[in-house]
Structures are given as C-alpha cells and as structure tokens.
C-alpha cells in the first residue's frame, strides 16, 4: 500500500490485514491517550477496505467527495469568468 512516498507493507493473509486494520482503528479510538493517536483510525479504515466491501464502498465515495469539494472552487472561478457581459 503506497501513501505518497511511503510503503506499508500489509500481511498477505486476509485474516491478519483484518486483525491489524481492526487494531489500528480499537486503538485509534483511545487517540487521547500519549503513545495512541487519532490518526490511527483512517489508516486502520484504509487497511480494512482491502477486504472488506462496505468499508471499500465508504472510502471510495468519501474521496469522491473530497475531490469534488476540492474541484468546487475552481470550478467557481471559471464559471465566474463565463458569466462577465461583454
């Protein structure tokens, strides 16, 4: 699994990317805690999506929705130069 420049490798057997991916968000959820984090409940989603189809459904309609609300404002600006009159 690559994030940008980085590789996570993930167990090859379904059972163990399901025990790790349920581990990371289980902990993930104790964020408040020093060594514990937040951000350990998105990457256990991402991790648990490679098996799991609602999950994999989930994920795949939030990054629509983030690349239509990041597309939003461009979109806005082009349009804005549509509707000047002459």
Do not use: H, Y
């Not at 459904?57 to 929705?65: D, E, I, N, Y």
Request: glycine letters at 10%; proline letters at 7%; one cysteine or more.
């Amino acid at each position: 699994m690559r994030f940008g420049s980085r590789t996570l490798k993930l167990p090859r057997s379904a059972n163990a990317r399901i025990a790790v991916g349920t581990a990371l968000v289980c902990c993930g959820i104790l964020g408040f805690l020093p060594i514990l984090g937040f951000w350990m409940i998105p990457l256990g989603l991402v991790v648990l999506s490679q098996d799991l189809p609602s999950v994999r459904r989930w994920r795949r309609s939030l990054a629509v929705r983030m690349e239509r609300r990041k597309r939003a404002p461009d979109q806005r600006r082009q349009g804005g130069n549509d509707r000047r009159g002459p």
